[in-house]
């Protein structure tokens, strides 16, 4: 049973991308399935931008976190629609170390992975947290 799937949002995802919206309808069909809990994360990359208070990024970090809370808010909006219940984060941090972690807090049955990553040790690192989380049958969006 996938009674907690996780939902991974960053900042190449939005919601125009059909990626991104396929990810967000396959997270919500699973938990709709089986009276699961879907829980979004979107992580503002601190790799790629710095901390907000400790680079002249802030405004680009201020950009980053306002995009996810409005991707948020959208994956919200159409969980209450279809009567799903959504739990919503966004933080700072490296997606291939945030998604795993709040993976194993919540202990999350499966992954949805939203948007297209290019190849490289960020998307091999998410894609092994996939594997190592998602309930066997499960299936990873990408």
């Known amino acids: 049973m996938t009674d907690r799937i996780l939902l991974s949002l960053d900042e ?24 699961g809990v879907v829980h979004a994360l979107y992580v503002v990359d601190t790799g790629r931008y710095g901390e907000p208070a400790l680079s002249s990024a802030e405004v680009l970090v201020g950009d980053a976190e306002d995009a996810g809370r409005d991707l948020l808010s959208t994956v919200d909006a159409r969980g209450r629609e279809r009567d799903v219940v959504v739990r919503t984060r966004c933080c700072h941090g490296r997606p291939n170390e945030e998604l795993p ?40 969006g990408r």
């Open 12 to 35: 190449r995802t939005s919601e125009g991308t059909g990626g991104t919206a396929a990810a967000i309808d396959r997270a919500l069909d699973m938990a709709e399935r089986s009276g």
């Open 101 to 140: 972690a709040y993976a194993s807090e919540i202990d999350a049955d499966a992954v949805v992975l939203a948007g297209r990553r290019r190849p490289g040790r960020v998307r091999r690192e998410l894609e092994r947290t996939a594997d190592t989380v998602v309930t066997p049958g499960a299936v990873v």
